[in-house]
């Protein structure tokens, strides 16, 4: 068996998955609270989290890791200009990749024997992220890395903004109105983007693509309206 797993989780499991790890914080004294600290989440998982260089490769700039036997995160000290949203958000998709593509049981078991010095090879895997939010958010998801990108950043997104939270963040604010996003995402300590591609997400704004446009509710389906170019209509049919 793998350490490693990939499945197609609908929205809803993925969800559910983040739910669980609010209820697994509830149960280890560490009540979830907003703006969300995702390194409390790691804690209550017993996943440590440490900065330190993480070395580009041939492919580019790498954003965090995750070593599931060891249980840690990196994040790379080396990224620039990144702010407390940035990290909050690359610790919970880290995470994500911890609650959806990893065979928890294997990495205990796996851990035991590597503690007898048996060494097994799964040891030297780990989850390299480089892809940035934004690419995760609006690229047409096509493979299965991608894929499971994609899956780990809605899943950090259901974690440091789930719709409970947003609604009551929401009230007495206009979505459509860029300072009151603002507002709203300094309260939940993400960044823009990450609210943004959430409320969209939601079926609640529409900000069309290259656009700084916000319109209230869902984009309009492909071939409905001009306002849409074929790249927006694929995020929609893509994601939603
Ligand atoms: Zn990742």
Redesign the pocket.
């Known amino acids: 068996m793998n350490i490693f797993k990939y499945k197609f989780y609908s929205k809803e499991e993925i969800e559910q998955k983040a739910h669980e790890v609010f209820k697994i914080m509830e149960l280890e004294n560490i009540p979830p609270r907003w703006p969300f600290e995702a390194t409390c989440a790691a804690d209550a998982l017993e996943i440590r989290v440490v900065w330190d260089t993480i070395p580009s490769d041939n492919q580019g700039l790498i954003v965090?890791r995750?070593e599931p036997l060891k249980r840690k995160i990196t994040l790379n000290e080396n990224i620039p200009n990144r702010s407390k949203g940035f990290e909050e958000s690359t610790i919970a998709?880290?995470l994500?990749?911890w609650m959806l593509h990893i065979n928890q049981d294997e990495a205990d078991g796996l851990t035991e024997q590597l503690e007898l010095n048996l060494g097994i090879e799964d040891a030297r895997k780990l989850?390299?992220?480089r892809?940035s939010e934004t690419k995760i958010n609006n690229a047409n998801v096509q493979n299965n890395l991608d894929k499971?990108?994609w899956q780990?950043?809605y899943f950090a997104s259901c974690l440091l903004m789930p719709r409970q939270i947003l609604q009551a963040k929401r009230k007495g604010r206009d979505l459509t109105n860029w300072k009151h996003l603002y507002a709203m995402k300094d309260e939940l300590g993400v960044t823009i983007s990450n609210l943004t591609n959430r409320l969209q997400d939601l079926g609640l704004i529409y900000i069309p693509k290259g656009s700084k446009q916000i319109y209230p509710g869902k984009a309009v389906p492909n071939g409905q309206t001009s306002l849409l170019n074929k790249q927006s209509a694929t995020y929609s049919t893509t994601l939603n």
């Open positions: 965090a995750i998709h880290e994500g990749h989850f390299l992220c892809t499971i990108e780990a950043q």
